[in-house]
């Protein structure tokens, strides 16, 4: 009986170790979140500074006529 209860406890105690389970591990998690949508900003700022700039060559093409 004592074997079960023991074997039960260590898979419980496998299964809980995961990353959300720590302080630590759900740090990086978070961490990991925030660079993804700062690597989506910089691409859509990179696409705005581009709209821009054709935006603005085509003011100068129509003020210059």
Do not use: W
Request: glycine share 4%; with cysteine; charged share 30%.
């Amino acid at each position: 009986m004592k074997i079960k209860i023991l074997s039960a406890l260590i898979i419980t105690l496998l299964f809980s170790c995961g990353k959300t389970s720590s302080p630590d591990g759900r740090a990086q998690l978070r961490d990991q979140a925030l660079a993804e949508k700062i690597e989506k900003l910089a691409q859509k700022q990179i696409v705005i500074l581009d709209s821009l700039h054709l935006l603005d060559e085509k003011i100068k093409v129509i003020s210059s006529k």
